[in-house]
């Protein structure tokens, strides 16, 4: 089903002050959401707005962000955000990142206790767009298995780097380092269909194509004992790295009942502290030519994304079932006129 954008940025944004969020930090969350659906990550968009919803209703998310600074020292930040919104929190995480970049030439700004975030990827673009590498990442509730193993213990620990262009937008990395994102499994299972062979096994260790055995057993990872590897690194990053919980342990990024003790990390390098930036958009742009040239069908990272963004903006953005289901179940929930 096709909506408007801008009217399902409105309706995301009246449900969450609907819910006591502060204005201004309903919008910033709706932005991140409806960017999510832009891009084609449906499974990190307005689907998950009745958990956000829900987790805010029963206090295990903040309504109100509250961010406390644990300890800062040089260009790096360590937050406490007590459980509040996310997308807010990444937004204001990212920003001080940069803040950072621009004073020591980068940035690192680590936070713990934050509600799931959306789209890594919206807060490395956020970055780039100040002309800044961007890098994100944050730990999930375990949902991936360990290469030769069976039994969920890493989460799906999304990678994003985002690089600034002179022109037009950036080169942008965002995945999973589990072959698919659990979101996508959770869309599977709202939308009454079957997975892919090869995403995951059951709670028997053997494959399944089920999305709830799926969600019962584990994901798997991709490249095998490469994403694995990957995998693991970014656990231990957006955990012991930062002071918050990792593996088994971590809870609330897909539970919206409980709150949630994950941790995230958002770093930005200034391009013109190592490098005259003339000098690296010149460098950049020709390895992109060559890129390019390799063969016809050749895309950069995120390039799909940002056209199907700017078809989403000029055409309307085109909604699965799940995520219109979801949008009338917090219109009734609320009071609100669905946008669909």
Known sequence: MRVDPRELLDFVTEAFTAVGVPRRDAEIAAQVIVEGDLRGFH?????RLPGYVEGIERGAIRAEITLKRVSKRGATIVYDANHSLGHVVGHRAALKAVELAEEHGVGVVA???SSHYGIAGYYT????ERGMVGFATCGTEPAVAP????RAVLGTN???IAFPRRDGPPIVVDMATSLVSRGKVLQALKEDREIPEGWAVGPDGEPTTDPEEALEGALLPFGEHKGYALCL???VLAGPVVGAAAGREVRGTTDPTVPCNKGDLFAALDV????NEHEYFERLER???EVKESGEDVLLPGEPEFRRRERALREGLELPEGSVRALREVADRLGLEPPV
Not at 43 to 47: D, I, K
């Open 43 to 47: 499974s990190h968009g307005v689907l």
């Open 111 to 113: 936070v713990r206790n």
């Open 125 to 128: 673009t956020l970055i780039a």
């Open 147 to 150: 290469y030769g193993g069976s």
């Open 158 to 160: 999304p990678l994003s």
């Open 233 to 235: 690194a970014l656990e």
């Open 272 to 275: 013109s502290a190592l490098v």
């Open 287 to 289: 390895l992109i030519a």
